[in-house]
Structure formats: C-alpha cells, structure tokens
C-alpha cells in the first residue's frame, strides 16, 4: 500500500525561490562582503544551500542570494514553522516560554498604562496572552506573516488579527495612529526589509508612542564559536540580523529618543542545547533518543551560565526600547 509523504517535495528548481545574489551590503552599500555560514536547511534537510554573508564595513549580516515571496511562503509560512515549533520545545520548554513572556512584559510594565499595542510576529499570541497580567486595560492586536495569528484570534489572546508584514501595501495606511505600543519581538530578522519595517511600525505608533525591538546579535560570541550551529542564524526563515549600533542609528534617524538598550534580559539559554539538537537532526530516532542525556547536560550548562553570558559579548540578542 503506498504511504503518504510527511512533508511536502519541492516540484519546481530550488533557484526559483532565490533571488539573484547581491554584491553590497543592503543596510549600508559597501561591497567588503564575507560569507558567515553556509548550510542547508538543518531542520528538513531539502534541497539547496543558504548562505549568510555579513558586512565588513558595518557589521550587516543578511541571507544572499535572498528568498524571493515565493520561497519565503514555502520554507516559512507553511509547513516549516510548526516543525520549528517542535524543534524549538526540545531546547525550550513551554513552561520556559510562558516565564520568559511573563519576564518581558514585567520589565515593560514601567511604561504608562497603553491603551492599545500592536505584538509584531506574535504568532500564536503568546506574549499578549502573557502581558494582560501587566496591562489588564489594554487592548492588544496582533500580527503575524502566517496564520498562527488567526488562531490567536479565535482562542482570545488578541482583538484583532492582522496577518502579513507591517510593510505590507496598505497595512501602515490602515493602522496609523492607533498604538501607543507596538513590540517587535524577534521578527525585524524575519523582514524581507527591516528599515521599510520600523518606518511602518512608527507610522502606527501615536506620537510620543513606544516603539520595542528584540533582535538576536549577529556579534554574539557564540554565532562565532558555534557556527552554523548557531541557533539565531536561522536559516532559511532569517533573512537579516542587525547589530545593535546599526539598528540604534537607524531609530535615531527616523526621530527616536532611545530609552533603554538592553543586553542582558532578552539572552534565552539555548545556545549550547540548540546546538547539540542542530547536530543531532540528521541521525536516526533512535540516536537522538540515545543522545537524550547529552542534551539535558548541555541546556543545564546553558542555564547555569547564562547569569555570566548575559553580562558577556555571550549575550545572544538586545533589546532597545524607543519614543517616538
């Protein structure tokens, strides 16, 4: 009797969901370019290459060639991301997460009473779900590229469900000025273009309104140790990754005061379980089962460290929040 595949195959030419290769950076321009990391997809291990090239002038790393629409939608949209959720619960427990959202939100809570705020790639809703506990009189909206946001809309962790990319045409149109918060919490690397992001996302702040942005560090030391193993690399749902000093001039440009930069609070102790389950993706069910205690050893060794990491260039991702 014939089975049916469990993931989809790819039916037409893998360059077809590439780009052409650009020769400078796209934050800055320069053409110093070197290649970072080199990997197929680690996860489902289809077809084709992707490559992180990072800027030497500015620091800029970005995926090249880039995924057109098309791939995008393929790799990321679909399928991909509830194989990532599952991959992500073995370095990363719910409980974890849920503390974690709780964590953020607490830190964000000296902000003024919002009346409404905007979670950008919220996803399922979990970080607005998280923050009622903080902002019982705030409404929260959410938006996502995929249609986790529809079911966060069902099961009531936001109001409303905007799905697509604040750059989306007619998005920042429809939104303007209604937030006095919006969060961008690990999405501008998702971005096909982070500067076309944050100018939206200003668009629909009020003025004097709050603008939150967590990225991963693309100069955090274990991006360097690690490799492809990096978690954060991502590939092929990363498509961009600022260092802080790119992404704290690009908000002073478009009229920000910064309030805070933070390096410490949004570090997630994974590195070294991320790592160990990137390597362990290829083997057989049984290996990884028998491989089990190598990865409690390494996500106790991240969680032990991580009080040292996040004072460290180990930090794996800042946050800066901003008035407009």
């Known amino acids: 009797m014939p089975t049916t595949p469990l993931t989809p195959q790819i039916t037409t030419p893998f360059d077809s969901f590439q ?13 110093s ?8 997809d680690p996860l489902r291990h289809r077809p084709g290459t992707f490559v992180l090239d990072r800027c030497r002038d ?4 970005f995926q090249n060639p880039r995924l057109t629409a098309e791939g995008i939608a393929f790799f990321h949209r679909d ?3 509830r194989h990532l959720d599952e991959f992500t619960a073995r370095v990363l427990s719910p409980g974890a997460v849920r503390r974690r959202h709780r964590t953020t939100a607490w830190r964000l809570s000296a902000l003024r009473e919002p009346e409404s705020w905007l979670d950008v790639g919220t996803g399922y809703g979990r970080f607005p779900e998280a923050a009622k506990e903080f902002f019982p ?7 996502d590229p995929t249609v986790r946001v529809e079911q966060a809309l069902r099961e009531g962790r936001v109001e409303e469900a905007h799905q697509g990319y604040l750059a989306t045409p007619g998005m920042a149109a429809r939104l303007r000025a209604r937030y006095d918060v919006v969060t961008l919490f690990r999405h501008l690397e998702h971005a096909p273009d982070p500067r076309a992001e944050l100018r939206a996302a200003l668009t629909v702040l009020r003025p004097g309104g709050h603008l939150v942005v967590e990225v991963p560090d693309p100069r955090c030391l274990f991006a360097t140790l690690l490799g492809r193993r990096w978690l954060p690399y991502g590939q092929p749902r990363h498509l961009h990754l600022l260092p802080l000093a790119n992404l704290r001039a690009e ?4 009229g ?9 609070d949004p570090h997630v102790p994974y590195d070294l379980a ?19 205690p190598l990865l409690d050893v390494a996500a106790a060794l991240d969680h032990a460290l991580a009080p040292l990491f996040r004072r460290t260039r180990f930090s794996n991702a800042y946050r800066i929040v901003a008035r407009k």
Do not use: M, N
Request: aromatic share 8%; charged share 25%.
């Open 79 to 81: 399928f991909y991301e």
């Open 256 to 264: 920000c005061t910064i309030l805070v930069t933070d390096r410490k």
């Open 58 to 61: 500015c620091g800029h790393a």
């Open 274 to 292: 991320a790592a160990v389950a990137l390597s362990l993706a290829p083997a057989r069910p049984l290996l990884q089962v028998a491989a089990g």
């Open 19 to 31: 780009e052409p290769r650009r020769e400078d950076c796209p934050w800055c321009g320069s053409r």
């Open 33 to 40: 370019l070197r290649t970072r990391v080199r990997a197929p």
């Open 137 to 143: 009189y705030t409404s929260f909206d959410g938006l």
């Open 251 to 254: 908000l002073e440009t478009l």
